[in-house]
């Protein structure tokens, strides 16, 4: 159980293009997703927190006009980042946290999405 | 602040036993997470602690002690497949998680 999956795995794409990573909970209902990056040998860093049906809450110094965060559903979220620039090349991973799901508040990750921005 | 401190690299023989160590500081608590990330993948989640004690699974334990602001995962019977970083994540009084850098995990032959 506690499954969750992100599309793609990969993406490469040229400068000024925007690029949409789906996260998806596949068997249980995640009442909160959270997206993060992370750049070579550097820890996860969080970038937002959404919640099924409401704004995303960004953290300071993340655009949320760059990092746009949908969550639409209780089992997929999505993040687009517009016209990506070298310099948002990184490892985005999603993360999913349900109720009655492994111990209390325990969040799930996704595999990752590995962007690269010619 | 909150913080989270845990060593940047340890190194171990396969077969040997490994503690790692965490301590954290946080605005209110709400459990203590361990999770394992191997090169280029994403976390998976090995352990949670909100209550002081050891909490064993498998090869893998954790304990924790909530008055001294410390955590440690104790890894046994080592296998090469058990190098990776592992990260230690508390989780404040808002229940976001406040992660650690992560300890990367050498095990030798």
């Known amino acids: 159980g506690a499954v969750v999956s992100q599309h793609p795995s990969r993406v490469i794409c040229k400068s000024g293009t925007s690029v949409k990573i789906e996260c998806r909970s596949l068997?249980?209902?995640?009442?909160?997703m959270f997206w993060y990056r992370q750049f070579p040998k550097q820890s996860l860093m969080l970038m937002a927190t959404s919640n099924e049906g409401s704004k995303a809450t960004y953290e300071q110094g993340v655009e949320k006009d760059k990092f746009l965060i949908n969550h639409a559903s209780l089992t997929l979220s999505t993040l687009t980042v517009t016209s990506a620039h070298p310099e948002d090349s990184s490892f985005y991973i999603c993360?999913?946290?349900?109720?009655?799901?492994?111990?209390?508040?325990?969040?799930?990750f996704g595999p990752g999405t590995r962007l690269l921005v010619l | 602040g909150q913080n989270i401190d845990q060593p940047t690299e340890m190194t171990a023989t396969e077969g040997a036993i490994v503690q790692i160590n965490c301590t954290y500081q946080?605005?209110?608590?709400?459990?203590l997470f361990w999770y394992q990330q191997h090169a280029g993948e994403a976390p998976t989640f090995l352990s949670y602690n909100v209550l002081d004690g050891l909490e064993e699974k498998g090869r893998f334990s954790s304990f924790l002690s909530r008055s001294k602001g410390y955590s440690y995962l104790l890894l046994k019977e080592l296998q090469m497949k058990d190098s990776a970083s592992y990260l230690c994540a508390a989780m404040d009084s808002n229940y976001q998680l406040i992660w650690g850098a992560g300890t990367k995990l050498i095990i030798k032959p």
């Open positions: 946080t605005s209110g608590f709400n459990g």
């Open positions: 068997d249980f209902q995640a009442t909160t």
């Open positions: 993360s999913a946290r349900g109720l009655g799901v492994g111990p209390q508040e325990t969040q799930y």
